[in-house]
């Protein structure tokens, strides 16, 4: 177990800033959307105030592999052939959950 004022607490963080970049605050408000339970985009972009976050979930699927999509089996049977958005992303790791 790790002190709480120990300086490992902010390592993870530390590292996401600067991999992220100038955007990081976007990428933490998805991650914190997503562990608070809004899990589709639309719901993201709402939270977000509206704003597009498509090239930003893609890169925490494909290059960081935080999250994953997740397409509900039954609901896709269910809503085939209708224009709806049934994919939600998941923390690839429980632990990421606050």
């Excluded at 490992?8 to 991999?19: A, H, Q, R, T, V």
């Excluded at 997503?34 to 925490?60: M, V, W, Y």
Aim: hydrophobic residues 40%; proline residues 4%; glycine residues 8%.
């Amino acid at each position: 177990m790790v002190p709480e004022n120990s300086s490992f607490m902010d390592e993870g963080k530390n590292l996401l800033i600067e991999e992220f970049g100038k955007n990081y605050a976007t990428y933490f408000s998805i991650l914190s959307a997503i562990s608070g339970g809004i899990n589709t985009q639309p719901e993201i972009e709402s939270a977000l105030g509206n704003k597009s976050i498509g090239g930003q979930l893609k890169r925490l699927i494909e290059d960081y592999n935080i999250i994953e999509r997740q397409r509900p089996i039954l609901l896709v049977y269910l809503l085939r052939g209708i224009s709806v958005s049934t994919e939600v992303f998941m923390p690839i790791n429980s632990k990421i959950r606050s």
